[in-house]
């Protein structure tokens, strides 16, 4: 069976810091990774995801993330965040012949100024 | 184009009353699914739908029923409310690709459900 944890349910930061929201997954089998964002009122949208290939990932609004399959993590990462930041942001996994996607329970980024 | 909608918003029901959750994409996807959001506990599954016709339990099925007569639409039923079932509920679909595990999943607006 494969499960997601997000290891920070809430993270306060100061405006144009650097963040990094943790994700470690556990899989018997390859595994496919996303980011998703969700805004105050609104549905989640995809910011990046991990196939194959290069380990580091580049997604929308200069976030990155990096899969590290010796740790199995798959951390969010952005140098310099901005107020419209503010978010909750999910860590998902699928894979393993499947097409069912497993969410973690989501990180709550705060941007303060 | 306006990606995946969900109708209604917000619903207040008391317990017993039945209801139906309806959600619409107009991007051609083949699949389907309903999830509900429970602070701290992330999205979980409860439904899904791999085509017109096809429908299959997800984690969270019981309670919930749910019919694909369209394409498009992907209706979520609760015949009898219990306050349990106060939730966020999201649609989203997603088109298979390279393959399914790969895909992205568009998600709708979200309905707020509560249960008195």
């Known amino acids: 069976a494969q499960s997601v944890t997000q290891l920070d349910s809430q993270v306060p930061v100061f405006e144009e810091a650097p963040v990094e929201l943790r994700c470690n997954y556990s899989s018997s089998v390859s595994v496919y990774l996303f980011w998703y964002v969700q805004y105050p009122n609104q549905g989640l949208q995809l910011l990046l995801k991990y196939l194959s290939g290069s380990t580091l990932v580049k997604g929308i609004n200069g976030f990155e993330a990096e899969f590290n399959k010796s740790q199995t993590s798959f951390h969010l990462r952005k140098p310099s965040v901005h107020i419209s930041d503010t978010a909750e942001y999910f860590c998902a996994v699928s894979g393993g012949g499947g097409f069912k996607t497993i969410f973690g329970a989501g990180t709550r980024l705060f941007v303060k100024a | 184009n306006a990606g995946v909608t969900q109708t209604p918003k917000f619903r207040v029901l008391k317990t017993g009353q039945s209801m139906t959750l309806l959600c619409a994409q107009d991007?051609?996807?083949?699949?389907m699914y309903w999830y509900r959001q429970d602070p701290g506990m992330g999205l979980r599954l409860i439904h899904y739908s791999v085509g017109e016709g096809t429908t299959a339990k997800g984690e969270v099925p019981d309670g919930y029923n749910v019919s694909r007569l369209k394409k498009q639409n992907f209706l979520l039923g609760l015949e009898s409310a219990a306050p349990s079932q106060t939730s966020v509920y999201f649609c989203?679909?997603?088109?298979?690709?390279?393959?399914?595990?790969?895909?992205?999943?568009?998600f709708g607006p979200g309905t707020r459900l509560t249960v008195l």
């Open positions: 991007m051609n996807h083949e699949y």
């Open positions: 989203a679909s997603s088109y298979p690709r390279t393959g399914s595990s790969t895909d992205t999943q568009y």
